[in-house]
């Protein structure tokens, strides 16, 4: 199942794609990476659709990456007697810890910690940007608030901070529990909620350690301004556009995505685009040709992923919104201009001889036009520094531990393959244009550049570099 492809695609799971057969049907049409949304559903449900990812990955040959996602602290307002109310603008509207049901002066606001950050002109935003309230007077349980932006609000509703640093862990009670059970399954990835700053990051991987990779969501803008050391302590990041669009004026979404691109190709870091992506395909077959130049945009500043959420969690067409998807995906590489817009933001290798064997091997394949590159990697580290160079041809992840391969299936061009360990450097050159010939990559007669580490099976000891023919064995 070679991608004709380079940028990967996450589907989330949901009614709408909860059997077995669906699941299969999603990964031969396109998806790379299933996200398990732990916001929805129980734990059995998520087992559930877990054995199927694997099932499915049994079926097609090919190493699947499974996101768990966390839900985070998300701040809700409480529940009103009548089940909603309309605020009208200019009205005085009271947020406290009074847990009864609101009406049309109050409501419960159940989170105690924020009350400490509130200050007098502090706006609040309610039901995803649509409400918008400006504190006027402030005590230590409650905020007497003038409303700027009315509307109707429900029960429940989302309740956002854009100017505060929030005094709250990334990580609730629920998180971690849903942790440990997402530990226990063999999830690949943890998306990491509500992320602020680099220390929620760092209270994951001491809950982790090195049993799954990190992807940090940025969702508030106060992430952006400690967007360095977060991306630095994390495995992968995602631009949750969602939540960064209501908190964010729409005009900035655009420019801190591609600078939050940018951070992550420097650092060699996956970095995933979320979020509304191709909405409208939730009811309808096809998507607007505006959701389709934001994929393309995405693929252009040179994702690693892109993703779906409702599209195919709950929407009516869940194989077609991966489908078209793909099909965008494609059509955007083979673009010259694709190659030009890549090739024109070049990125520094570190000096070591891993980035400095990784940086040659692209040019190489260029020079030579080889058809793949094929890197040795006992952790992975080789294929992400492969990766982050975007090289013009496909990368043929070989490693011994199916777990690995797995977390590479995220990886921007990326093929992962399990392999059993190499004796020598004669059987690491059979191996390879054996496994690149078999998968498709590459046929008989043609070139692949071949990078590993000797000795073989130490993390990081990237110091070979040679061109094979496919069909040689020396």
């Given amino acids: 199942m070679r991608r004709e492809r380079h940028a990967k695609i996450i589907a989330t799971l949901g009614p709408s794609s909860s059997t077995a057969?669906?699941?299969?049907?999603?990964?031969?049409?396109?998806?790379?990476?299933?996200?398990?949304n732990f916001s929805h559903g129980s734990h059995e449900d998520h087992r559930a659709r877990y054995n199927m990812i694997r099932a499915a990955e049994e079926k097609t040959g090919r190493p699947i990456s499974i996101i768990m996602d966390l839900q985070g602290p998300k701040l809700r307002v409480g529940t009103f007697a009548q089940g909603k109310v309309t605020l009208e603008n200019g009205q005085d509207f009271c947020l406290d810890m009074d847990k009864t049901p609101g009406d049309k002066t109050r409501v419960c606001l159940p989170h105690p910690e924020i009350f400490a950050v509130l200050k007098v002109g502090t706006e609040l935003l309610m039901d995803d940007g649509k409400i918008k309230v400006r504190v006027i007077a402030r005590g230590e349980n409650h905020a007497m608030t003038t409303v700027v932006v009315g509307g109707t609000l429900s029960n429940n509703k989302g309740l956002n901070v854009p100017g505060e640093v929030l005094p709250i862990s990334a990580l609730t009670e629920k998180d971690r529990k849903d942790l440990m059970f997402g530990l226990s399954l063999g999830v690949d990835w943890v998306a990491l909620s509500f992320v602020q700053r680099a220390e929620d990051v760092a209270e994951a991987r001491a809950l982790t350690g090195n049993q799954v990779g990190?992807?940090?969501?940025?969702?508030?803008?106060?992430?952006?301004t400690a967007l360095h050391d977060i991306v630095n302590l994390s495995d992968a990041v995602m631009v949750a556009r969602g939540d960064l669009g209501v908190e964010c004026p729409p005009e900035v979404v655009p420019i801190l995505q591609k600078k939050i691109l940018s951070v992550c190709r420097q650092q060699g870091k996956p970095v995933v685009v979320a979020t509304q992506m191709l909405e409208s395909m939730i009811n309808a077959p096809t998507p607007t040709r505006a959701e389709a130049s934001?994929?393309?945009?995405?693929?252009?500043?040179?994702?690693?992923?892109?993703?779906?959420?409702?599209?195919?969690?709950?929407?009516?067409?869940?194989?077609?919104?991966?489908?078209i998807m793909s099909k965008i995906i494609a059509s955007v590489?083979?673009?010259?201009?694709?190659?030009?817009?890549?090739?024109?933001?070049?990125?520094?290798?570190?000096?070591?001889?891993?980035?400095?064997?990784?940086?040659?091997?692209?040019?190489?394949?260029?020079?030579?036009?080889?058809?793949?590159?094929?890197?040795?990697?006992?952790?992975?580290?080789?294929?992400?520094r492969q990766a982050r160079q975007r090289p013009p041809v496909p990368i043929l992840g070989l490693t011994p531990d199916v777990r690995?391969?797995?977390?590479?299936?995220?990886?921007?061009?990326?093929?992962?393959?399990t392999a059993e360990g190499v004796r020598d450097f004669g059987d690491m050159v059979q191996k390879a244009t054996r496994l690149a010939e078999r998968d498709q990559l590459a046929q008989a007669g043609d070139k692949a550049v071949i990078i590993a580490g000797v000795p073989f099976g130490t993390p990081g000891s990237t110091n070979v570099l040679r061109i094979a023919e496919i069909g040689d064995n020396l």
């Fill in 214 to 224: 990190i992807i940090s969501k940025l969702e508030k803008p106060q992430a952006i």
């Fill in 404 to 417: 690995v391969a797995r977390r590479l299936a995220l990886v921007w061009g990326i093929h992962a393959v």
């Fill in 333 to 384: 590489e083979h673009d010259e201009t694709y190659r030009q817009i890549i090739n024109s933001h070049p990125f520094k290798p570190e000096n070591t001889a891993a980035d400095a064997i990784c940086a040659a091997a692209s040019q190489v394949a260029s020079t030579v036009e080889a058809k793949a590159i094929v890197t040795f990697t006992s952790s992975g580290s080789t294929a992400f």
């Fill in 21 to 36: 057969e669906q699941i299969e049907m999603l990964a031969r049409t396109g998806a790379d990476v299933f996200r398990l």
């Fill in 294 to 323: 934001d994929v393309a945009t995405a693929v252009y500043d040179g994702a690693d992923a892109v993703m779906l959420s409702a599209e195919t969690a709950a929407g009516q067409y869940p194989v077609e919104a991966v489908s």
